[in-house]
């Protein structure tokens, strides 16, 4: 158990926090650290120096993963795992994924000027490509480890100018020695801002994280017919453009059938030819569900092609719809969720336990080792926007529970 003394640097958490959202950093207060960039690259190497400066030992995997690690007493023990990821979106915040990477070196900071050796081994971990906003491929580099994408084939995924994941992993540096697959771990910790508006409303401090929702992941492609808009009567229209509309539709219905819990979204649409005097003759589109419940994703898999073929269907166009991934529902390991809780009380802080509305890769850690998930608050819930924001106190607050479970579970009697 963790020590009154025992504490992380506050301003030190935030000033690193400062110093990574300088790279990448937009007009607008956020970041733009796209996965595999030049910028990307910058961020890495920061990461990298200060993990070294803290005396500790990186390598990195085929699929770009950082591993920075800390020895324990009893190097035969599993190393305990902690962290999260440093890309962005295009117009992301500075926090979402940073907090949990550089709260996780000021853990390893403080571990070292309070001379702490814990029994364990730890490694905090920069996962690569979390957003998938380059690539179109979230939770790639913790979903390679885990085993559930294939290495080759995630290499092969293009950008949308044509660069491969192994062209751009190869053009930054960052294609490791190091095998892309699960190795034998005691646990995984993630600590994260919530995302959501739930912690701040109820003025809680920390979100004892319980698992992940179930996903289900959608391309639509529509194809009706390019036409003249002056000249092409109702009769004779086969407008993608509508069917897409009525989908949409279909999707924000589904949604709000299922209530609060519900979460259903098109965020990704293009229109062709993207003429004002052409009716659209395709429409490419993203479509994906959320749900707590697995059973109802589950529902929802089944309900929505079928309805969604019969809209097209009624306008005269054809659907083609891949279904792209289905999450299951991802319970989080009961003792590792036990010591965040138990961090929390022992600090005094406000909390309340709450699922994962947003995917992390501790969904897919938590395939392979025992995982737990912490959850600071952010300004209005405001996530995957510029405008992103924590407060200092939030940030300290999330990286001491961080610490204190790591401690107890590198420690832990076996």
């Not at 920390?206 to 017919?225: E, F, N, P, R, S």
Request: hydrophobic share 40%.
């Amino acid at each position: 158990m963790s020590g009154t003394n025992q504490r992380i640097d506050d301003r030190r958490l935030w000033d690193a926090l400062m110093d990574m959202a300088r790279i990448g950093a937009t007009p607008k207060g956020g970041v733009k650290r796209l996965t595999l960039t030049e910028v990307d690259r910058a961020g890495r190497d920061q990461f990298r120096r200060w993990c070294e400066e803290a005396g500790l030992t990186v390598r990195v995997d085929e699929i770009g993963n950082m591993f920075a690690r800390r020895p324990g007493r009893d190097p035969a023990r599993k190393p305990v795992l902690f962290g999260s990821h440093l890309d962005s979106q295009p117009t992301g915040g500075k926090f979402d994924g940073a907090l949990g990477v550089i709260a996780g070196l000021e853990v390893m900071r403080t571990l070292r000027d309070l001379n702490i050796e814990t029994e364990a081994p730890l490694e905090l971990i920069n996962w690569t490509d979390e957003e998938g906003s380059r690539f179109g491929h979230s939770l790639m580099g913790s979903g390679v480890w885990a085993g559930v994408y294939d290495p080759d084939e995630t290499y092969a995924i293009k950008d949308l100018e044509g660069t491969s994941v192994i062209e751009a992993l190869e053009g930054i540096g960052y294609r490791g020695d190091a095998p892309a697959r699960p190795f034998e771990a005691d646990s995984y910790f993630e600590l994260h801002i919530e995302q959501g508006p739930i912690l701040e409303r109820e003025g809680k401090r920390i979100g004892i994280v319980t698992g992940g929702q179930a996903q289900v992941w959608y391309d639509a492609v529509l194809t009706g017919q390019d036409s003249h808009a002056g000249t092409t009567p109702p009769s004779a229209r086969r407008d993608a453009l509508l069917g897409a509309a009525r989908i949409v539709e279909l999707v924000d219905s589904l949604m709000r059938q299922r209530g609060e819990d519900g979460r259903g979204t098109v965020g990704r649409l293009q229109v062709f030819p993207n003429s004002c005097n052409v009716v659209p003759g395709e429409v490419r589109f993203s479509v994906e569900f959320r749900h707590p419940s697995g059973a109802e994703i589950e529902a929802l898999a089944e309900e929505f092609p079928k309805r969604a073929g019969e809209i097209a269907a009624a306008v005269g166009l054809s659907l083609e719809l891949r279904e792209l991934f289905r999450i299951p529902a991802q319970p989080f390991d009961a003792e590792c969720v036990g010591l965040v809780r138990d961090a929390a009380a022992r600090l005094g802080l406000p909390a309340r336990d709450i699922i994962s509305g947003a995917g992390h890769d501790a969904i897919y850690v938590a395939r392979r080792v025992p995982t737990a998930m912490i959850f600071t608050p952010c300004k209005d819930g405001l996530s995957h926007n510029e405008a992103e924001s924590i407060l200092p106190e939030e940030a300290a607050d999330g990286c001491q529970v961080l610490f204190e479970a790591v401690l107890a579970r590198a420690n832990r009697l076996l």
